[in-house]
């Protein structure tokens, strides 16, 4: 029902979000892509690997979808949003969960 990193508790049941006990709103993309982060912790995600998982298979939109979710996520989560500590950008290959 929960996983747990760092100052994060992601909710499956209630599809919520909390840092630091405090409760941050996240849209169905963000908590999609933040459960495929957390239950990924330290593995490097391709942008390719987060649109199938996020949007699936079928989707036959532009991959770039992933890099403008996952900036919105930053802001909400990142202490500070352009010097990200707990998502982290693997150049050239995608994203990864640091924490």
């Known amino acids: 029902d929960v996983l747990s990193s760092g100052p994060f508790v992601l909710h499956l049941r209630s ?3 909390d840092k630091n006990s405090e409760h941050i709103r996240l849209t169905q993309t963000e908590f999609a892509i933040m459960k495929l982060f957390m239950e990924n912790p330290g593995r490097a995600l391709s942008r390719e690997d987060i ?3 996020v ?3 079928d989707y036959n939109g532009e ?3 992933v890099d403008v979710n996952i900036r919105r996520l ?14 982290t950008t693997v150049w050239g290959y995608g994203y990864k969960w640091g924490y």
Do not use: C, N, Q, S
Not at 74 to 87: C, G, L, N, Q, S
């Open 74 to 87: 930053r802001i909400k989560i990142e202490d500070d949003a352009t010097e990200p500590e707990y998502i």
């Open 63 to 65: 991959v770039k979808i």
């Open 51 to 53: 649109l199938h998982a």
């Open 15 to 17: 599809r919520t979000l």
């Open 55 to 57: 949007w699936g298979a």
